[in-house]
Every structure is written in C-alpha cells, then in structure tokens.
C-alpha cells in the first residue's frame, strides 16, 4: 500500500484532494478514561469542583473537532457539517464516542480521532486533583464511510 502523504524522496507534504469529488463522509472515533472509584464517582454525580465534567468534555471534543488541521500538520482543513460528542460514564469509567460528518473531498478521521482524545483529556483536566493516575485508552476509528476507500468498521476485524 502507498502513503499518500510521502513524495517518492520520502518528504512529507499535503495530499492534493483538488480533483476529488465531493462526497459525503463519516467518521466515528471511540476513547475510554478508567479512573478511581474516588474520581468516577465525582464526575458521574456531577460534584467536581470544576463543574460538569461531561458536559464540559463534549463542548471540548466539538471545538477539537473543527481545529484539527491546526493540530496536525498534514490534515486538510474541512467544513464540517456535523459533529456529536458523547460522554457517558458507565462500568466505572468515561467512555467516549466522536461522530464528524461533513460532504468534501476529504475523510473525517482525524476530526473524529481528534473529538475523542480532547474530550478525554478534558475529562483527565476537570479530575486529575482527585486522581491523577487516570488513564485514556482504546482511542481509534470505530466507523468512516465516503470517498473512495469505502466503508470501514472496527467491528468487521
């Protein structure tokens, strides 16, 4: 398979998406922050002394989401049509799940990869004063469809 992100002398650059059509696209990331029973506990009742931690996460994942291509070199910037972050806290830990939808020429992988590990990362900000051994795991693309490569799911492996 061929990067399309290298030149053939091994440089990168900014893939040329010009003559693409525009298609609609989605992309679908997941991540997962495990916590002490302490932190759980304050984030799911609400009692952080930050404030709401989910709801403060998934405002941090849509804003994350339309910054991507600031954040990573190559990414292309897109107009995004819709974003959804969701944080739930279950089973002891946050789960969280980024859904970007946009029509271009360009996927939306890295907006939603981007929507996930923000918000994760917000969660870790908004508790770390309880535990600051938290961890964020099990960040990848679960779904994307549009353009050329077709559909791809992480439940299909």
């Known amino acids: 398979m061929e990067l399309t992100h290298l030149q053939p002398n091994g440089e990168a650059h900014m893939v040329d998406v010009g003559a693409k059509a525009d298609t609609a696209r989605v992309a679908e990331a997941q991540a997962v922050v495990t916590m002490s029973a302490a932190a759980y506990d304050a984030i799911a009742r609400g009692n952080l002394k930050k404030g709401d931690a989910l709801g403060t996460a998934r405002i941090a994942g849509i804003m994350a989401a339309k910054r991507a291509s600031e954040l990573i070199p190559l990414c292309h910037p897109i107009s995004l049509t819709k974003v959804e972050v969701h944080c739930e806290a279950t089973g002891g830990r946050i789960e ?21 590990s923000v918000a994760a990362l917000t969660i870790y900000d908004m508790a770390k004063a309880i535990d600051r051994g938290m961890t964020i795991t099990d960040l990848h693309l ?15 492996l």
């Open 142 to 156: 679960t779904y994307k469809s549009g353009g050329k490569s077709g559909v791809y799911s992480s439940d299909q």
């Open 96 to 116: 969280i799940r980024a859904r970007v939808e946009c029509t271009g020429k360009t996927g939306v992988e890295m907006e939603a990869l981007t929507a996930a």
